[in-house]
């Protein structure tokens, strides 16, 4: 587990799922994701952060706000699974939509990077999203990630001509190099 000042980062549990569901599958939250999604799509979701963390020991965790216990969203690291960051190491978050804006993205993303670099052998951490997800890219900056053109893609899970087949992609090098 990973703690910061407001939040538990934590390993999924089961029970999580459907209060993951209920407090970010809304059009709000899913809209640079592809829309609200079927509890399936989450049940798939959970089995692929369990495979994470008993093949990496990370995975997007579970957010928790420490002082009420309030499930908030996910934040962490993962393999990259589409070119061009196959393989890399990956960060994401996603929260709910009643905690934008609290800084609560950025507490968690910062604790995930520290994380990342006292663990792994990694030089560099990627991260993606779409044009349109100016919150997202916005706190990549905020990180001290740099856009790299060179590596913007089409990603595969949507048609060439969706507006979310566009991604841009950022990384951040590990602190001294």
């Not at 008993?54 to 962490?76: N, S, V, Y």
């Not at 196959?86 to 709910?96: A, S």
């Not at 670099?117 to 560099?124: N, T, V």
Request: proline share 5%; glycine share 8%.
């Amino acid at each position: 587990m990973i703690e910061t000042p407001r939040l538990s980062m934590r390993v999924w549990r089961h029970e999580d799922v459907a209060e993951l569901i209920r407090v970010t599958n809304t059009p709000r939250v899913m809209e640079h994701f592809g829309g609200v999604q079927p509890a399936e799509t989450f049940d798939a979701a959970y089995a692929r952060m369990r495979q994470s963390l008993a093949d990496d020991g990370f995975c997007f965790w579970i957010l928790e706000r420490r002082h009420d216990g309030a499930i908030l969203g996910i934040c962490g690291l993962k393999r990259g699974t589409v070119d061009p960051i196959m393989g890399e190491i990956e960060i994401g978050w996603r929260l709910r939509e009643d905690c934008w804006g609290q800084g609560y993205a950025r507490e968690a993303a910062e604790a995930s990077l520290a994380w990342a670099w006292a663990h792994l052998a990694c030089a560099k951490i990627f991260a993606i999203t779409v044009p349109g997800n100016a919150r997202s890219w916005g706190l990549m900056e905020r990180l001290g990630m740099r856009r790299r053109r060179d590596l913007d893609f089409a990603h595969p899970n949507f048609a060439a001509d969706h507006p979310l087949s566009a991604h841009i992609t950022y990384e951040i090098a590990r602190p001294g190099n």
